[in-house]
Structure formats: structure tokens, C-alpha cells
């Protein structure tokens, strides 16, 4: 709990989602907003991750987008 009396509210750090409510989902045809950063190439899969194209996904998409990754990369794994 923060002290009521004595502190300064006006610096208060505040915790980001990365969340954007501004920006609509890249994803065609979806209008969705309340957008997140989105890494195209996987973090897990490039070192070089940010060097990559980024863009906005809905949650919806995001997750999506992750689960079809990780079930092509499952797929992968299991052809070795």
C-alpha cells in the first residue's frame, strides 16, 4: 500500500500492459482495437528478433497467430 500523506503522486510509476486502444489489429478485416505489439519472428525462434517487422494484433489474433506458430514448430519437432 502507498502512504496517503507524503508521497508524490505525481510521479507515481504506473504499470503498462501493452495494450493500445488507438490502433487498429493489422489482421484483414478485423477492426478490432486494443491492440498488442506483436513480434513476427518469434523471440524463441531469432536472436535477432527486433529486427524483424512488428505490428499490431487483437488479442484474439495474437493468440491465434501463437498457437498456429507453436503447432507448425510441434510438427517440426516431431518430423526430426
Avoid at 490502433?23 to 535477432?48: S, V, W
Amino acid at each position: 500500500f502507498l502512504p496517503l500523506k507524503d508521497y508524490d503522486w505525481d510521479n507515481l510509476p504506473l504499470y503498462r500492459n501493452g495494450i493500445d486502444n488507438s490502433i487498429p489489429c493489422r489482421y484483414i478485416g478485423c477492426e478490432n482495437k486494443g491492440t498488442e505489439l506483436h513480434h513476427f519472428a518469434p523471440k524463441q525462434f531469432f536472436t535477432d528478433a527486433d529486427n524483424w517487422p512488428m505490428g499490431y494484433l487483437c488479442k484474439y489474433h495474437h493468440i491465434l497467430w501463437h498457437k498456429v506458430i507453436n503447432s507448425v514448430h510441434e510438427r517440426v519437432q516431431a518430423s526430426e
